[in-house]
């Protein structure tokens, strides 16, 4: 059921989903971007084996200027630090490619810009990350800096095999890559930077410090705990770490899904979102290819053993029994990625209620249990990032009950609390029940009080990120903070000066190559270190101003604010 696309801006992709009846189709595409496109706006590919396209991350940009250029290589402007028209934008750039600005991580002088530029090449702001006094220069790295080694995840190596998009930039290549295709690689990995975040397929190359986390992790997921809590606050590295271990844990033979908590587009009170993002992020290696969702149930039912088990669960078995009969049934595939409700009175409905965590998390047991007994996985890792965006301040009253009621399914389910399969109901409550023995919430109709769990063994894990403060929020539902406090944790520390040298000296090799910029001289201890995410912000702009204005001092660009 996979299906390759070309879009005319962001490139070759993978359908990961539909909706509308297939007029809107969600995308992954192999520059990174992951989003719902209209089918109107999409085409099949050329060739299947994936080849360079305008939008690809593996593009070849070239050796010329571009139609449309301008007389500079990169001439600085107001909105993009590329200055190229907006018919072909680079990969990964937002509307705004370089311009610091009042929430930037470093701040600079408006004062002589060079020529060519604008009027408000780099504006000043307030908002920096990074104000420090000028009034003496610290030590500073002498330039040219020799970068460390180049050696990225592990990751699929050979051709792009059909109907797969990379998910990373891929180790092993028929050819190595032109200057220009490098180039263009390069840049697409500054943008992510940029934002303060790191391009998962070079999740790896750009880790400095985390050895022990991750070999705690791995602990982790060799022993019998169902949940991890990852603390640490803001910008210190939470999301990284998260994405390091899926990188980790594919390799290691686990189904991995991501997600990230979101009050409005995926908040713990709307059980039925969660599991669509679980899904739509689902990932697992089979041979060299990585397989998504789709391929999962398609592969089950498909198969030709014994699968009287999972015949039994009320989804996945009402799938498998229709699939067989018509395997291309868009409806039957949107039902089970919850994408619609089923015009067929046979198939069970994915409730839409705050209610229906019971729903959500039978499906997610059943998932673990399939990845683990059918595919031979080691089972499902779910990493949810994000997680304290459970706090009260987002929701109503009920609506806070009712994510407080998903996420304390969610741990008792991944920690396959026994007593949660057969569970009685206790009494009719607000439109739903409760549970004799979790008190946990179930809907009001009887033939949707599915258990949590489907089967004792889940074969499910769960990763939290949460901030500190929020445990805070937590003292009125003892329930739920006894549930997260509980489980294991792990506390992320800002990393080691010499950990942050490394990093820099990665960031300006990959600069280097984006730009062709050597930087001559600067200064490390300007940067912001508290947070890793404004290290890695400012890191890119302190280059960006170098490159805007050569001939002056790092130091002489900073405004510190003395006035506030």
Known sequence: MTETVDHELYGTGVVQARRYRGLELLVHFSCG????IPRSELRAPPDRDIPPDRGSALAIEPESPPVGARDRDIPPGRDSALAIEPASPPVGARDRDIPPGRDSALVVEPA?????????DIPPGRG?????????????????????????APVITGAVLEGRIPSQIYAGRRAPPSRGEARHEARAIIEALRQGGVPREKVEHFTAGRDGELEEIREWLGSGDGCLRIDGDYGVGKSHLLELTASHALH????VARVEIDPNETPFHRPKRLYQSIIQSLEYRSGDQIRTFSDLMTFVAGSSGDMQAVEAHPYFGAFIRYWKADSDNEELWDWIRGDSDPYQSYLPRLLDFQLAANICCNLLSGLGWIAKNVLGLRGLLILIDEAESIDKSFYTNYQHRMALNTLKGLIFTANSEKSLIEEAIKRQIGGGCLGRYSDLRYP??????????????????????????????????SDAYLAITGMPSLKIEPLSRTEHARLFRRIVDIYREAYNFEPQRIALKLLPKEKTRFFLKATVEALDLMRFHPGQELQDLIIHDTEE
């Open 444 to 477: 009001g109709y009887r033939q949707y009080q599915f258990p949590y769990i489907w089967k004792e063994e889940t074969g499910m894990k769960i990763v939290f990120a949460f901030v500190p403060e929020f445990f805070e929020s937590l003292a009125y539902d």
């Open 112 to 120: 002589s810009p060079p020529a060519g530029a604008r009027d408000r």
């Open 252 to 255: 290691d033979g686990w189904a």
């Open 33 to 36: 971007i992951r989003r719902w």
């Open 128 to 152: 920096s990350a990074l104000a420090i006094e000028s009034a003496s220069l610290p030590a500073v790295y002498p330039g040219p800096l020799q970068g460390a080694g180049a050696s990225g």
